[in-house]
């Protein structure tokens, strides 16, 4: 039998190998899913720029209104779920069976008393039939999309990704692919909405199977058990309800105080800017069971974790921003030149993204040490309550001020000034555990390079071709921050020589016992 002097480095060690394998399990999974998320974004982006392109204005913003409309409508069906999945059946697989049937059978319910609803309510409505259509389909796509990130959040929590990660790229395809033939074959608005449709029930179908087969996942009601996971998930529910209205309701918004032609400017700024998103995935399915267990073993490590992921995301979204900023009418003409008022919004939209994979960091760390309210009473004050008032003053007094394209940049900066203030919360909660000296040297040093390449580009630069500016830009930001130390190349490298390195990981059963004698092979 050890000795406590013997026992207490062995259980420092053990952890130390447990967090190890779980380290370079979501470094696998985060390159497993990354490669996925490559072939889709290609295949995003494509869309993104060819269907404004190809709809014009007006129809491009009925397209993006009826989404957004359709949407808010099924927040209730979100339940919090994907972050109760990710927060506790990361810790304890077989847990999943207890609540998923019978949350099923509740979205399906819900779902049904939701579309009568709808129906109701477009029915009252003045606008055309083609586009009542497209709600309804866009309603049923809604439905899909709600079921699958709850079956693709358990398999993140599993750490099984690859086979979700040949999913994604096939429903890609056949969502790109219905897309592609809508606008060759020039059909009616509903028909884009059933592409989508169609690519969310081939996910849900394969999301089922692998969940079957890598978790045992098996279709039982048990009331209780139920109850009890939906009362744990209520603040999960209400900040998710928040941020799924969260530029879907200023969509709305903009629609009825201004024009569905503003919708159009808006929505192809957003359908730009939205591309510096690719690294959401990310955090939902790596980075989240990967928080959750740090926080199994200590506050401080999962400290460690926030700040270091906080580093990663802002040295890839920082240079994202300023590509956008600077080359903003250059990414709008792409669109065609009826899209050129975006321009404005895009460049207001685009620290968006930034703020945003900030406050994902700090809000994972406020819910992984049970301070979730917190992250709750800030998403909804700010999504449901601030937004619409700075979009009811914001809009109509830019749209009157700029004309074409004004509204839309009173809705960009409206969702901007919130996401300052929701950033501003969240940071400020987490206290001292927000910043430490590494992460403020990178953040300033950051700050620097931007400030001055936007210098460069109204003075030094300003005569030049826009794509020859924007080129020495990105060089000159690249030499920047390598010369500044405010990206460090050696530790990217280090990662994935380590991925690199690294085979299959011990499985999680085998993690090293507090007193075992000697290191885990």
Not at 156 to 166: D, E, R, Y
Not at 497 to 509: L, M, Q, T
Request: glycine share 8%; charged share 15%.
């Amino acid at each position: 039998m050890n000795s406590p002097s013997q026992s207490i480095p062995q259980d420092a060690e053990g952890r130390d190998s447990a967090s190890s394998h779980e380290t370079m399990g979501a470094v696998r999974n985060g390159l497993q899913l990354g490669g996925s998320l490559l072939v889709t974004y290609v295949i995003a982006m494509g869309v993104r720029f060819l269907l404004p392109k190809q709809m014009g204005v007006e129809r491009f913003g009925s397209f993006n209104w009826a989404d957004s409309f359709s949407a808010v409508f099924f927040v209730a069906t979100h339940l919090g779920l994907e972050m109760y999945i990710r927060k506790e059946v990361t810790r304890r697989p077989e847990h999943a069976s207890d609540f998923f049937g019978a949350t099923l059978l509740l979205r399906m319910g819900l779902t049904a008393v939701l579309m009568g609803a709808l129906a109701f309510v477009m029915a009252h409505d003045n606008h055309s039939p083609e586009v009542r259509q497209l709600v309804y389909v866009s309603a049923v796509a809604q439905s899909l999309i709600m079921l699958n990130a709850s079956m693709a959040a358990l398999l993140h929590a599993k750490g099984k990704v690859a086979g979700l990660s040949i999913s994604n790229v096939v429903t890609k395809l056949v969502w790109g692919g219905g897309l592609f033939l809508a606008v060759v074959l020039k059909l009616s608005l509903p028909w884009f909405a059933a592409s989508l449709v169609a690519s969310e029930a081939v996910k849900l179908g394969v999301g089922w199977y692998l969940a079957k087969q890598h978790m045992g996942l098996t279709f039982k009601v048990d009331l209780p058990a139920t109850w009890t996971v939906l009362r744990k998930s209520l603040p999960f529910f209400i900040t998710g309800a928040a941020l799924a209205t969260n530029g879907r309701l200023d969509v709305m918004i903009l629609g009825l105080k201004a024009s569905h032609e503003e919708v159009g400017y808006y929505g192809a700024a957003w359908n730009i800017a939205g591309l510096t998103f690719f690294l959401n995935p990310v955090f939902s399915w790596v980075l989240m069971p990967l928080a959750s267990r740090a926080a199994e073993r200590s506050e401080a490590e999962l400290t460690r974790l926030i700040r270091r992921a906080l580093e990663g995301t802002l040295a890839i979204t920082v240079p994202l921003m300023m590509l956008i900023v600077l080359g903003a009418p250059l990414w709008v003409g792409l669109l065609g030149g009826k899209f050129g008022p975006s321009a404005l919004a895009l460049r207001l939209m685009s620290p968006l993204f930034v703020l945003a994979f900030v406050t994902m960091n700090a809000g994972m760390w406020l819910t992984m040490t049970n301070r979730e309210w917190w992250v709750t009473i800030t998403n909804v004050t700010g999504s449901l309550l601030i937004i619409p008032v700075l979009n009811l003053v914001l809009i109509p007094m830019m749209h009157s001020a700029l004309g074409a394209g004004g509204g839309a940049a009173g809705t960009a900066l409206a969702i901007l000034l919130m996401e300052v203030l929701v950033t501003i919360s969240l940071m400020g909660r987490m206290k001292s555990a927000a910043f430490d000296a590494r992460l403020l040297t990178m953040i300033g040093k950051t700050a620097a390079v931007c400030v001055a390449i936007a210098v460069a580009d109204q003075t030094v630069f300003a005569s030049l071709n826009p794509w020859v500016r924007l080129g020495i830009e990105a060089v000159l930001y690249v030499v920047g921050v390598l010369a500044t130390g405010a990206v460090r190349p050696a530790e990217v490298l280090e990662v994935v020589r380590v991925a690199r390195r690294r085979g299959n990981p011990a499985p999680e059963a085998e993690a090293v016992p507090a007193v075992s004698i000697s290191p885990a092979p």
